[in-house]
């Protein structure tokens, strides 16, 4: 595309139209929806997929010999199939549906964590990280006797290489790390942190929750080891998501959960385990989820992952230069890589205050810690307004959005 | 601005929390913690308890305008009211921010600009944060008090 952003710009009208949910009105104002980051709205498509599974494919998978949970079985695969060819992971063995990013972090901690973790064993983690990405691994610490060691930011909220170079050591076990920052929107340099941790044949497990409906994503590029994301961060439903493992990895790992559609063979002497991915995928999945999911990638890379990251760069480099030039409002952070997000802080008014005189302009953004509240410490901060993207905003969101503030600080004034 | 709001953000409370009042520690009375973690608001509320009367109330902390004003009313509004009176007032300040948002507010003087915020359902925590936070250092609990 010669103009991804003027394309963008053209075409955002007509993607707009795919979401029924945002041609409401909220307290007599359009809706402006800005907290993609918590939820992405869905289009219309994906809406009715979920509909259509249920009308006309549901039964339970790898299961029955008759037609119709085969039908069932090779709609869930061929999600699995659209999944992997969206991360270019090498095999859809490699993908394994779980609830959402929460859930494939736990699974890595939990499995991963029991199989490799001893006493004295360091996990290293960064200042950015949501509490999904912290705790689960505190979890382990507390189970192994192993230690969290915690890469530090910078002013502009980018993680300091250099001192993360230096928190590897042989004991480091695992290094767990936000692909983009939910708080303050930071791109983290992930191909480099693998590059640095892999020297020292370490694995790194990358949260992708705020990457994925924002840009293309090559795992094989990236050389992570793990990356988990959720489906409705990505258009998708609700209860469904993702852990890609490289299957050399995956195959090592003992099961999360236990239960039906896990094993090979049960005998009350033992039981043999089925292979990846279906091993990590125990009791009946989220059939109709996987299936919307794969719908709402289709829908993604209709448009084109670089076009969509395109756009929303320009988007919020408008956005950002327009809050900027309100003097009562101070950005928190400023990465060099910035995805679809954006933390604002404004003098005098409490990020509550400012989210409850949004909403009544119908503006709908996210006030308080967003899960960070180690990295709101830091930055010495009780919560921020966080204004989030996606590809069916455009320039007349950030307007009303910027008009809003300024009619909350006269509020105050 | 619609009404909604300009009920919710009335001068009063604008006022206290710009300038909260008894804004400060205490020495020699009691005191406890209140926290609402998803909001950030924070404070600490310190009473001094004579003869079972509340002689002086004050706080400190952060949080959200309503959750600063509604502190910084609450321990103007509290001094002088013997502890079983301080009750009593309270639970009527929990129906007025709680209440139907139709029906007729209670008349509480200068605490009635509260009413605003049963059209703001989810605020009502940082409204009652406060008036927990006073009851449970008058009972000398040392539980930290949400209101999430």
């Known amino acids: 595309m010669e103009h991804p952003a003027r394309e963008g710009r053209g075409g955002v009208a007509a993607r707009r139209r795919d979401f029924p949910l945002l041609h409401q009105r909220f307290h007599d104002k359009p809706l402006v929806y800005l907290d993609s980051a918590a939820t992405t709205q869905k289009p219309a498509l994906v809406i009715d997929r979920l509909s259509r599974f249920y009308r006309e494919e549901n039964a339970n998978v790898q299961r029955g010999v008759y037609a119709l949970s085969e039908r069932a079985t090779s709609a869930y695969e061929a999600a699995r199939a659209t999944v992997q060819r969206f991360l270019n992971a090498a095999s859809p063995r490699e993908i394994v549906f779980v609830r959402g990013t929460t859930e494939a972090i736990n699974l890595v901690a939990a499995s991963w964590g029991r199989a490799h973790v001893r006493a004295g064993d360091e996990i290293v983690l960064s200042e950015l990280e949501h509490h999904s990405n912290i705790v689960p691994w505190q979890i382990v610490c507390r189970d192994t006797g192993a230690l969290l060691r915690v890469i530090p930011i910078d002013g502009r909220g980018d993680l300091q290489l250099d001192a993360f170079e230096r928190l590897l050591t042989d004991r480091t076990r695992m290094v767990a790390i936000a692909h983009v920052s939910n708080a303050l929107g930071t791109i983290n340099p992930v191909g480099e942190i693998v590059r640095c941790a892999h020297q020292r044949g370490i694995p790194v497990l990358v949260d992708g929750a705020q990457a994925v409906a924002h840009g293309r994503v090559d795992v094989q590029a990236l050389g992570c080891d793990f990356y988990a994301f959720s489906g409705h961060k990505l258009f998708g439903p609700a209860g469904i998501g993702v852990l890609y493992g490289r299957e050399p990895i995956l195959n090592a790992l003992p099961p999360y959960q236990a239960g039906g559609g896990m094993i090979r063979s049960v005998t009350f002497d033992g039981t043999q385990y089925a292979d990846v991915p279906a091993r990590f995928e125990a009791g009946t999945p989220h059939v109709a989820g996987a299936v919307a999911l794969g719908c709402a990638i289709d829908y993604v890379n209709a448009i084109g992952p670089d076009d969509v990251a395109a756009y929303e760069r320009d988007l919020v480099d408008y956005a950002t230069a327009a809050l900027a030039e309100l003097p009562a409002v101070r950005i928190i952070g400023a990465p060099v890589h910035r995805g679809a997000i954006l933390s604002f802080v404004v003098d005098g008014v409490h990020p509550h205050d400012v989210a409850t005189l949004l909403d009544r302009e119908g503006v709908a953004v996210r006030a308080g810690h967003h899960c960070c509240q180690p990295l709101m410490t830091r930055l010495g901060l009780a919560a921020t307004v966080r204004v989030s993207i996606a590809l069916y905003n455009d320039r007349s969101d950030v307007d009303a959005l910027v008009a809003a503030v300024v009619r909350a600080r006269e509020v105050f004034a | ?148």
């Open chain 2, 1 to 148: 601005m619609t009404s909604d709001v300009e009920q919710l953000y009335q001068r009063i409370i604008l006022d206290h929390n710009r300038s909260p009042r008894n804004f400060r520690a205490m020495a020699g009375g009691r005191s406890a913690e209140g926290h609402n973690p998803l909001c950030g608001d924070q404070l600490t509320v310190h009473v001094r308890v004579e003869d079972r009367v509340v002689a002086d109330a004050s706080f400190l902390g952060s949080g959200c305008a309503i959750a600063r004003a509604s502190a910084s009313l609450m321990t103007e509004s509290v001094r002088g009211l013997d502890v079983a009176a301080f009750r009593t007032l309270a639970s009527r300040f929990e129906r007025l921010v709680t209440g139907s948002a139709d029906a007729p507010a209670e008349d509480l003087g200068a605490l009635t600009a509260f009413a605003g915020v049963r059209r703001f359902p989810v605020r009502a925590k940082c409204a009652l944060l406060a008036w927990r936070t006073l009851a449970a250092a008058i009972d000398a609990s040392d539980v930290v008090v949400s209101t999430e």
